[in-house]
């Protein structure tokens, strides 16, 4: 983080100034490298000012009316709260420490991720699993963009409550119960995924539900398309379960469908608590692109129809009677009642109901294919952020078959592949599904080489899987070697400058030539310019890419698109 703020330093005072000296940082304000983060920090500095719990209102586009915010709070609160702690550390006025603080948002999540994580993979899986899970947290290119240090923005909230919940549902035993608590083995390198005892595999599937629940707090639409990935998941391992003559696993587990409903209970109190705490009392809107009762309802019932359906069929096990039947209905409607109401419901309560809107998140750069985002030169750039992690997909299937495993093993290799595979097929239609892909796929990794360790041994098949792992991790140090070197070399006097670098220190010299004119100015530009303008020299925008956001949205396209001038004058 230290590198970055000394090599964008640099770059800036290419435009600004002279260099400041290397053990200061630079003063606010500063430029970032996402347009969103413009407009999160300004809603914290109006937190910090004004004393305002949450913001719903800003003026930063769609001038001269403003328009509504309903993005999640806890970023504006965490942004908040770090520019109160660096102005009591370092003096001054709380207002412009924000954006100093902010660099540090990101490395400070993936700091408090990577010890979770890691503490519970030591736990669960052994001394060098974890060191691989920790590793490509840390130096795996598909995750580093979202954790930049001049990026605070939401995603890296969306990829760590996702992640969280990934990891919690495994390690809880996916519904599988250890009837009595594992003894610790001689092999502490590599423990063999057990399933958990009742009261810890309970524990661990309201947590997973809490991080969802937080999820559907930071951005309903995107976690939901989440959470269809590790429902898939679930229902393969379901199947396969419902099929297989022997559920016998050789750990001496019970399946418990209940942790399902756990899971899901507990997301669907917390998303209720969430948004109880966003909106109440006074903004309790019927939108869904944010959280909503409906998203709480819709995961309450797909629990209970996930714990139903994932119940082995045994020849003991009553035929359902006319009350069971009824309930499976009742529940179904619960499911389908959000995605009626975002089809079938009134164009106000989703914004992709809005043609004008529809048409212009098309063509962001996220919401294209991963292939066309990228260009001709995609494989290269696929194996530069993945290395090798995708082909943990092949070899679940290949250890399906050649390892036969039972119970909770059988079930882990199906879940995490699965929900790797439905993120995969997500990134190949939308870019912006990369880091949630690195995540699953990094985590697939981390669980076979436990769970191959425990089927094949060290013979065998078993024996590829140290030189892997070895490889595994001198892949992550090239990763961090070479991302080191770039960033320092961002910041050499002589030397390339990265072109979204470049980019955002153009935008903010744009913006203060027009504070230069000092004579209030609009303008109608590209949606991604309306922030910096805005940050950097207070200049009035319409258009850009937040949903709420649509009247700014249509009245650019209405002007641009203006043959006379009469329609564009008036906007």
Excluded at 48 to 76: C, K, Q
């Amino acid at each position: 983080t230290r590198d970055w703020i000394r090599s964008v330093a640099a770059v800036e005072n290419q435009f600004t100034g002279p260099e400041p000296a290397a053990d200061r940082e630079p003063a606010e304000p500063t430029i970032f490298l996402e347009p969103d983060s413009y407009y999160w920090i300004t809603y914290a500095r109006q937190v910090v000012e004004t004393g305002a719990g949450r913001i719903r209102w800003t003026f930063m586009d769609n001038t001269p009316y403003g328009r509504e915010v309903h993005y999640s709070s806890l970023p504006i609160w965490m942004l908040a709260g770090a520019g109160r702690i660096h102005a009591q550390c370092a003096g001054g006025p709380p207002g412009p420490s924000v954006a100093v603080a902010a660099r540090w948002l990101n490395p400070f999540l993936l700091f408090v991720l990577t010890t979770a994580l890691g503490i519970l993979a030591l736990r669960f899986l052994g001394i060098l699993p974890t060191v691989a899970l920790v590793a490509g947290l840390v130096t795996l290119p598909g995750l580093a963009w979202t954790f930049h240090p001049f990026r605070p923005d939401s995603q890296a909230f969306h990829v760590s409550f996702f992640l969280l919940q990934l990891v919690l549902l495994t390690l809880s035993g996916l519904g599988w119960v250890a009837e009595r608590p594992a003894v610790p083995g001689a092999d502490a390198l590599f423990g063999a995924p057990e399933p958990s005892p009742g009261k810890r595999a309970r524990h661990l599937a309201l947590a997973a539900g809490v991080a969802g629940g937080a999820g559907l707090w930071i951005g309903a639409t995107a976690h939901t398309v989440l959470m269809s990935a590790l429902v898939a998941g679930a229902a393969m391992a379901a199947g396969f379960r419902r099929l297989s003559r022997d559920n016998t696993p050789p750990d001496s587990a019970v399946f418990r469908p209940n942790i399902w409903r756990l899971w899901s209970r507990a997301g669907a109190l917390s998303s209720l608590a969430f948004y109880l705490a966003e909106y109440f009392p006074s903004h309790l809107a019927m939108r869904l692109e944010v959280n909503h009762p409906l998203y709480a309802l819709a995961w309450f019932c797909g629990g209970e129809l996930l714990a139903r359906f994932s119940t082995p069929r045994t020849p003991t096990q009553p035929t359902p009677a006319g009350t069971r039947a009824w309930n499976g209905i009742l529940y179904w409607a619960g499911v389908l009642a959000l995605p009626a109401a975002l089809v079938w419901g009134p164009p106000e309560w989703h914004h992709m109901r809005d043609p004008v809107v529809r048409r212009l998140h098309e063509a962001t750069s996220e919401h294209t294919g991963y292939i066309a985002f990228v260009g001709a030169d995609w494989l290269r750039t696929f194996l530069l952020s993945f290395g090798w992690l995708p082909l943990g997909l092949p070899y679940a299937g290949w250890s399906l078959l050649r390892g036969r495993p039972a119970g909770f093993r059988r079930d882990v290799l199906l879940f995490t592949g699965t929900a790797a595979l439905a993120l995969l097929l997500f990134m190949l239609a939308q870019s912006r599904w990369v880091p949630f892909f690195a995540a699953a796929c990094l985590w697939l990794v981390v669980v076979q080489l436990s769970v191959g360790q425990a089927l094949f041994g060290r013979d065998g098949p078993g024996q590829w899987i140290l030189p892997g792992l070895v490889l595994l991790l001198i892949h992550f140090a090239f990763c961090g070697w070479s991302q080191q070197a770039q960033t320092r070399a961002a910041g050499q006097p002589r030397g390339p400058v990265p072109p979204w670098l470049l980019d955002a220190v153009m935008q903010k010299e744009a913006a203060r030539a027009l504070a230069d004119k000092q004579t209030p100015v609009r303008v109608l530009c590209d949606p991604d310019l309306t922030a910096a303008l805005a940050y950097f020299g207070g200049a009035q925008g319409v258009a850009s890419y937040f949903w709420e956001n649509a009247a700014g949205i249509r009245a650019a396209a209405e002007a641009l698109a203006d043959m006379n001038d009469q329609a564009a004058a008036r906007v």
